[in-house]
């Protein structure tokens, strides 16, 4: 069934939805919850609260990219279950890449002082576009979806080492680039 399909199917308040949903992008979304949450029965759990979500967001919302929208929700819900247990010092597994990125991305106070998320978030996409398809692909792989360093490297069939570079080198040119557009780090 085609995601215009699952929509609709949304729409009509059909519980046959989320079985159509679970069906196609039930293994997708459970791989960005593994990824942020490293816990198969938490991960699980958000995948469940993602399809909660979505049934309660369509309608009104009719999203242009339902694999899209359904991995914003997983993921926006794994980070939150992750913070809620690293404040109860149960989780460790995400907190590198996070601080990866705490040094090229500035910090959401920093964000709401100097500019708009969706600013911010513009300058991100812009150079994520002029980068390399196979970098770009990289860097979201990483950020996005949690992929670890190990996973990409085994992947390009190069060591983890090496790859761990290459995110570092991106990072930095992410970080080059957004002080060039004026954003304080």
């Known amino acids: ?8 199917l949304y729409f009509a308040r059909d519980e046959q939805a989320i079985s159509e949903t679970e069906q196609k992008y039930g293994r997708f979304c459970l791989r960005i919850a593994l990824n942020v949450l490293g816990v ?14 979505a049934w309660k967001q369509i309608p009104p919302t009719r999203p242009d990219s339902f694999q899209a929208f359904l991995g914003r929700i997983v993921r926006n819900l794994s980070i ?13 597994s995400m907190d590198v890449m996070l601080s990866e ?19 911010l978030a513009g300058y ?6 002029e ?21 990409l490297a085994g992947k390009c069939g190069i060591s983890a080492a090496q ?5 570092l080198r991106l990072r930095k040119d992410l970080r080059f680039t957004l002080e060039q557009k004026g954003v304080a780090l």
């Open 131 to 151: 980068l390399p398809p196979e970098d770009c692909a990289l860097f979201i792989r990483r950020y996005w979806f949690g992929d670890s360093v190990k996973d």
């Open 101 to 119: 990125l705490g040094d090229c991305v500035p910090s959401s106070d920093n964000v709401e002082q100097s500019m708009e998320a969706k600013e």
């Open 40 to 53: 198969r029965e938490d991960a699980e759990e958000c995948v469940s609260d993602t399809y909660f979500s």
């Open 163 to 167: 790859m761990a570079q290459r995110m």
């Open 80 to 92: 939150s279950r992750f913070r809620n247990m690293r404040a109860k010092k149960r989780y460790n």
């Open 1 to 8: 069934m085609d995601d215009s399909q699952i929509i609709e």
């Open 124 to 129: 991100i996409n812009e150079w994520l576009e």
